[in-house]
């Protein structure tokens, strides 16, 4: 449509301006918009038209054949310029196109779909980009049953792009090693801070405190009623149930993993805190993609005070896509950081032995 318009205000000028005015610039204009907007043949149409309205109008007004064949030139010359421009554009969307397959392809390796059932929790996650062009970031999820129960994380790495996923890759790691073999969630914390302290101080000129991981580590029993908690610097966790949502602050404030502080950390063992999770219950994990999305008048979003998270989800995707919807309107679909939401769900029954 602009190219259309911009040929028709074209002739207008060039047949109803007197002389020696000419509607050239805005002729030769038109081929060079469609081949930066439209497709090749839809292009190549619009340079044809083109051309074929400079003759005429230069015929219409009587011009000599030395204006004629100019105007033809330049608008000619133009049209073939936009033609290859069209080319280079399409040549480098699919070059664009390939790397986000693979950045993304190479997220989805270290960060893939949990299981949708595990030990006596019912699972469901969900990934939102702050952009669409930028599918990858530092968020992070992973869900594994062990011999302690069902452990998860989520967490939120320092950095973006392919750096961020190759931290991802670490944290993730750590997480599915040490979650086998560390008894207590508080071992696993600390197991997982060494872990990520030494790849930080492994990041050369980058200091080793700048390369942390902020990240709630959560623990449901073998039979569902338990839930402990350990909160490394991230934003806290939800108890949703019958209708009621409820923050889960820790009792003790935690530095995030892989500060590497060394002797000036605090002493004594991580703390963990423990709450009932009652059959039905879910634990909402996110990470600041959620609690700091911003409304038009700079106001942030709390999971606790919307309306439309107060009722009962039968399933953890029902909370996961209500909560992306509600974010996305708060937020008038503009979202500043990558979004990562966990939901785990004590089913009402105890599971299917295999």
């Known amino acids: 449509m602009l190219a259309a318009l911009v040929l028709v205000v074209g002739v207008l000028l060039d047949l109803l301006a007197p002389e020696p005015y000419t509607g050239l610039p805005l002729l030769a204009a038109a081929p ?49 310029l936009a033609l290859v421009v069209n080319r280079l554009i399409v040549r480098q969307g699919l070059d664009l196109a390939r790397a ?80 086998e073999y560390c008894p207590t969630l508080a071992a696993l914390s600390q197991r997982m801070d060494e872990a990520l302290a030494r790849e930080a101080a492994r990041s050369g000129p980058i200091i080793s405190t700048e390369g942390f991981t902020t990240a709630v580590l959560a623990e449901v029993s073998a039979d569902g009623a338990a839930l402990s908690l350990v909160n490394r610097g991230h934003p806290p966790p939800y108890l949703v149930h019958d209708g009621r949502i409820v923050r889960l602050d820790p009792a003790v404030p935690q530095l995030p993993l892989g500060v590497g502080l060394g002797e000036l950390a605090p002493a004594g063992s991580v703390p963990v805190d423990v709450v ?79």
């Open 276 to 354: 009932r999770l009652p059959p039905g219950a879910s634990l909402l994990l996110v990470t600041d993609g959620v609690t700091e999305a911003r409304d038009g008048r700079g106001t942030f979003y709390d999971p606790v005070s919307s309306e439309r998270l107060h009722r009962r989800f039968d399933d953890p995707e029902e909370l996961v896509e209500a909560l992306t919807e509600d974010v996305g309107r708060w937020t008038a679909g503009e979202r500043a950081d990558d979004m990562a939401i966990l939901v785990v769900t004590r089913r009402g029954r105890p599971p299917r032995t295999r």
């Open 100 to 179: 986000r397959d693979v950045a993304e392809a190479a997220q989805r390796a270290v960060l893939p779909d949990p299981p949708r059932e595990v030990g006596p929790v019912a699972v469901a996650a969900g990934y939102t980009a702050a952009q669409a062009e930028a599918r990858i970031g530092g968020d992070l999820f992973a869900v594994q049953e062990t011999p302690f129960g069902v452990r998860m994380i989520i967490g939120d790495v320092r950095g973006k792009g392919l750096a961020a996923v190759a931290a991802v890759s670490v944290a993730i790691g750590a997480f599915r090693q040490e979650a």
């Open 32 to 80: 060079l918009i469609a081949g930066a907007t439209l497709s090749f043949r839809s292009a190549c149409a619009v340079v044809c038209v083109t051309c074929v309205v400079s003759v005429a109008v230069d015929v219409e007004r009587e011009r000599p054949a030395t204006p004629l064949l100019v105007d033809l030139a330049v608008v000619g010359l133009i049209g073939v």
